[in-house]
């Protein structure tokens, strides 16, 4: 799955930008992680790429499979994205934090190839089956707990997963960013283009349309995770 688009010397510069700070602050150190990270882009930093492909690939790939809904599309989609940042990574100004960027070319190219099947926009994305007789599999592992594996086991999760499933896309997008990618409503809004308070009513919205799938602890403690907001 990981690209070798970047098989160059030692990754020792490009983990300095990911070493924890302990004097900063979440919010400071993560600001100057995302200036460190575009400042590699655009200096074509030797490793960067490829560590940054190890360090957000688990949740890239699980974004794009939600918003297609077809593994086999999203892995493609996959080796898109990666491209994109690496021909377009001086682009990356360090503002934002870099998975908000990531996700926002990832969604971009989604919509991109559905216009090539004549469709206008994410909204026109079609819910249902997947062109690909494949299983569909969600489970993908990198070893750290997202807010919804927080507040249910196994069988929930499939149950969660499945309930995704059957919700229109952008209702969807707005749950998978905000409870698996812990994206703030600030940083959904930017992914998606969308008004603050477009994204808030998503958010609501799609609580209530998967409230009734879901057994009564896992939504109260989905319903706690978006209270905490």
């Known amino acids: 799955m990981i690209l070798r688009l970047c098989k160059v010397m030692t990754f020792a510069s490009a983990k300095t930008i990911f070493a924890p700070a ?15 990270v575009a400042h590699g882009l ?51 100004n360090g503002r934002a934090r870099f ?14 190839q559905r216009r090539r099947r004549t469709m206008c926009s994410l909204d026109e994305l079609v819910d249902g089956g997947s062109d690909d007789d494949r299983p569909m599999s969600f489970e993908v592992a990198d070893g750290e707990p ?31 960013l905000r409870f698996y990618e812990e994206l703030s409503l600030e940083e959904i809004a930017k992914v998606t283009h969308a008004p603050l308070s477009t994204v808030k009513s998503r958010l609501y919205r799609g609580l209530a349309m998967i409230r009734p799938r879901l ?15």
Not at 99 to 112: H, M, Q, S
Not at 147 to 169: H, K
Not at 215 to 225: H, I, Q, T, Y
């Open 146 to 176: 997202t807010p919804f594996d927080q507040v249910a086991n196994l069988q929930d999760r499939e149950r969660i997963a499945a309930a995704l499933l059957a919700m229109d896309t952008l209702h969807r997008e707005v749950l998978v």
């Open 99 to 112: 998975e908000t960027w990531l996700f926002t070319i990832a969604r971009n190219l989604v919509i991109d």
């Open 42 to 92: 655009k200096r074509q930093e030797a490793g960067l790429l490829e560590e940054l492909i190890v360090r957000y690939q688990h949740r890239l790939m699980r974004y794009l499979l939600y918003l297609t809904g077809n593994r086999e599309l999203a892995e493609d989609l996959f080796q898109e994205v990666w491209m994109r940042v690496l021909v377009r990574g001086a682009q990356f």
């Open 22 to 36: 302990a004097a900063q602050s979440e919010e400071e150190r993560a600001r100057q992680e995302s200036l460190a």
């Open 215 to 229: 057994k009564a602890p896992v939504f109260e403690g989905l319903n706690r995770l978006r209270e905490a907001v």
